[in-house]
Every structure is written in structure tokens, then in C-alpha cells.
């Protein structure tokens, strides 16, 4: 099943209701691409310039966090108030040019990525089930400018997809199913 049909077949919901929907769609693509994602395939360098799984799922997961909790919020990222650089083993998470090189020098530990993961989206998921659309008009900077919310959400539903697709090419790369379809 493709993981928008859910959404393309209700014509008639309301706008938050269609950004629940896509975020909805992103995590069921995101669970099925890292169900059985071993620490080794999530440590495997592969070849050329292409970033390990590690830095593209640790770069997702940092800024779902960011986008939600720091330039929609206003709130600190639970990145830092959750001490998780030491729980994960990564002092500098990648992202707006700086960590990439640590996460490429660092082997990690898949569980505690995936516990971080978690405090995130039940975070995301809290301020999704009470959104509104006032809160989808409502400005905050971003990207160099003001941008509505709902421009925000709609760039981490992408901006995710995206990077979860990258991860299911270096899991193909590495010989194991990447996408479930």
C-alpha cells in the first residue's frame, strides 16, 4: 500500500487535519524502512561521498526536534534538555553545515537513536494533536525569512521522506530490503 493513499482518498478533510495525515504517512514510511535496521547497516560507510544511515537518521530525528520544539515552539530541543548527545554518543548532531564529520567518525548504537526518536515524535505528537489552524498561519523564521508553520511542516514532511528514501538505498546498497513495497 502506498503511503499516501490514505490521505489522497479524503478530499474533504481540513487542513490540520492533512498535516496529521502527512506526518502520519512520513512515520509509517520512516517505521517500515528501519524495521530490522541492524547497529551494523546503520554503521556501514558506503562508498564515495554518500553518508552512513547513521548521519541521515541522526540528522532527521535532530531536526524534526528543531523544527518542532525550537523555530515552531519556541522551546528548547530535547536534544540538549534530554542530555541526549551523551546518551547517544554523539556530542555535535549534523546538520546547518556542522556535525557532519563527527557522526561520520562515530559508531552508534541504534537503541539509544531509536529512544531519541521516540521523545522526539511524542513531542511532535503533542503539539500535532493540538493544533489548530490559527497555528498554521501563525509567521516564525525560518530559512533565512518568515514562513507560516504550516510551510514549516510541510518542509520537515519532505525534508524527512527525503532522507528516510536515502536510507533505504544504502540498505539496498548493502544487500537487504530497504522499502517494504
Known sequence: MCPLADSERKMDMNSVEYVR???A????LSDAVLRDTTDEQLNWTPPGEANPIRAA??????????YIQGIVQGRPMI?????WAERVGLPVPPGYGKGWDEVKATTLA???????GSAVRTATEEYLTALTPEDLDRTVAFIGGERPVA??????????SGHVGEIAALKGLQGVKGLPM
Do not use: K, N
Not at 57 to 66: K, P, Q, S
Not at 79 to 83: D, I, K, L
Open 21 to 23: 495525515s502527512q506526518f
Open 25 to 28: 504517512s512520513m512515520r509509517r
Open 57 to 66: 537518521l541522526v540528522h532527521v530525528m535532530v531536526a524534526e526536534d528543531r
Open 79 to 83: 536534544w540538549q534538555a534530554g542530555g
Open 110 to 116: 541504534l537503541g539509544p537513536l531509536l529512544e531519541y
Open 151 to 160: 510551510d514549516v511542516l510541510a518542509q520537515l514532511v519532505v525534508h524527512t
